[in-house]
């Protein structure tokens, strides 16, 4: 079974630090690798994705993750955040395409982010 | 663009009773999940659907059933509620099975009294 594990339940930064939010996941299969943002009171949205390829990815609002497969890693980076970062992120692993079965996401606890302005 | 949709978005429910939750994902997606979210928790999977069919679960309470219908939306059937339910319950939607993203609707809270 696949787990997830974020570092950090709550980072405070002032606008236009960078972030970092770290995810090591488990699991010893080929994976996909999400990462999305919940801001408060409202669903999940997809920031990016990872499947295959360059493990360099980029997704929406500026926001960065890079795998890293020896490290079982994917975190978060943006090189300046904003106050409308606030927010809830989660990363999430799914197994990569095997067949049969289904592609349920396993989510990690989530790190709130909290941006001073 | 169309968007997973979810109904009700809020449901309020003593101990005991019923609810039914509905999901009715993006066009041509074929493939639903549902997940329940605690108060400051991380989603847990519950149930999913590939063509009308259940393709897994994960840790849905006996009683609670889900079933895929013929024009793919998908319904969430909550029987003696407890007031451990109260959860935010997202139906997600995926246009294949083994495509990896999902896309997630508005949510329903649920709140049990």
């Known amino acids: 079974a696949q787990s997830v594990s974020q570092h950090n339940h709550h980072v405070i930064l002032s606008e236009a630090a960078s972030l970092e939010l770290g995810c090591n996941y488990s699991y010893g299969g080929t994976v996909n690798l999400f990462w999305y943002v919940q801001y408060p009171g409202q669903h999940l949205q997809l920031l990016l994705k990872?499947?295959?390829?360059?493990?360099l990815v980029k997704g929406i609002k500026g926001f960065e993750a890079e795998f890293i497969k020896s490290k079982f890693s994917f975190n978060l980076r943006k090189p300046s955040v904003q106050w409308s970062d606030t927010a809830e992120y989660f990363c999430a692993v799914n197994r990569g395409y095997s067949g049969a079965g289904s592609y349920q996401l396993t989510f990690g606890k989530g790190t709130k982010l909290s941006v001073i302005p | 663009a169309a968007g997973v949709i979810q109904s009700p978005r809020h449901l309020i429910k003593e101990k005991r009773e019923t609810a039914t939750l509905k999901c009715y994902p993006i066009p041509r997606h074929d493939t639903v999940y549902w997940y329940q979210q605690g108060p400051g928790q991380d989603p847990q999977f519950l149930i999913s659907?590939?063509?009308?069919?259940?393709?897994d679960k994960g840790s849905i309470p006996d009683r609670f059933s889900a079933q895929q219908f013929s024009d793919y939306h998908s319904e969430l059937n909550m029987s003696s509620l407890e007031l451990g339910d109260s959860a935010l319950y997202f139906c997600?939607?995926?246009?294949?099975?083994?495509?990896?993203?999902?896309?997630f609707g508005p949510g329903t809270r649920l709140t049990v009294l």
């Open positions: 997600a939607s995926s246009p294949g099975r083994d495509l990896g993203e999902q896309f």
């Open positions: 990872y499947f295959s390829g360059d493990p």
């Open positions: 659907f590939y063509e009308k069919m259940q393709s």
